[in-house]
T-cell receptor, first 114, second 113 residues
Framework: DQQVKQNSPSLSVQEGRISILNCDYTNSMFDYFLWYKKYPAEGPTFLISISSIKDKNEDGRFTVFLNKSAKHLSLHIVPSQPGDSAVYFC?????????????FGSGTQLTVLP | EPEVTQTPSHQVTQMGQEVILRCVPISNHLYFYWYRQILGQKVEFLVSFYNNEISEKSEIFDDQFSVERPDGSNFTLKIRSTKLEDSAMYFCASMRDASYEQYFGPGTRLTVT
């Protein structure tokens, strides 16, 4: 079951440059998308989210873009900092229902080089 | 800042033993979840809990698993008879209401030997 896919297991970026992390999904019933950051031995930390009625959401250095027709979202980090080095998970939530559970991608390890 | 807490951070148990993983969700949150991550794999949904009952469970959440919110603050996951394949990181999460984000605890590493 690969409803949420992150095809790049790793990404290296120079400090100060832009990091772009990508995520694809297959289920058109997803209505809310989230990005989480995870350090080793810690739980996922919420970063930013976007509703399916929007195509962009920005919070400081983080911007998430949603292309519903392509079933694709991306997370932009500008400028990248060494402290951003972590695993980034894309997650999606189905519309309706009371559970609102998340379906996660497999994650992308971001390394920001000083 | 309020956070989800989990205990213990690491639990080692023998196959066939019962374990209870504990979580204290954020106090004004209404939705509670358990997820797990087997080493090298995705974070997977196990169960959601709302209004004092299970609202959804995955196929992983079989009869060996149960959840409880015994006292209005703790949220527990019990595995009755652990198997080797239950070894994983178990994350608790809570959410204020349906329009908000889920916040995760630091996880419990369960090792079944």
């Amino acid at each position: 079951d690969q409803q949420v896919k992150q095809n790049s297991p790793s990404l290296s970026v120079q400090e100060g440059r832009i990091s772009i992390l990508n995520c694809d999904y297959t289920n058109s019933m997803f209505d809310y998308f989230l990005w989480y950051k995870k350090y080793p031995a810690e739980g996922p930390t919420f970063l930013i989210s976007i509703s399916s009625i929007k195509d962009k959401n920005e919070d400081g250095r983080f911007t998430v873009f949603l292309n519903k027709s392509a079933k694709h979202l991306s997370l932009h980090i500008v400028p990248s900092q060494p402290g951003d080095s972590a695993v980034y998970f894309c997650a999606a939530r189905l519309m309706g229902g009371s559970a609102r559970q998340l379906t996660f991608g497999s994650g992308t390890q971001l390394t920001v080089l000083p | 800042e309020p956070e989800v807490t989990q205990t213990p951070s690491h639990q080692v148990t023998q196959m066939g033993q019962e374990v209870i993983l504990r979580c204290v969700p954020i106090s004004n949150h209404l939705y509670f979840y358990w997820y797990r991550q087997i080493l090298g794999q995705k974070v997977e949904f196990l169960v959601s809990f709302y209004n004092n009952e299970i609202s959804e469970k995955s196929e992983i959440f079989d009869d060996q698993f149960s959840v409880e919110r015994p006292d209005g603050s703790n949220f527990t996951l019990k595995i009755r008879s652990t198997k080797l394949e239950d070894s994983a990181m178990y994350f608790c999460a809570s959410m204020r209401d349906a329009s908000y984000e889920q916040y995760f605890g630091p996880g419990t590493r369960l090792t079944v030997t």
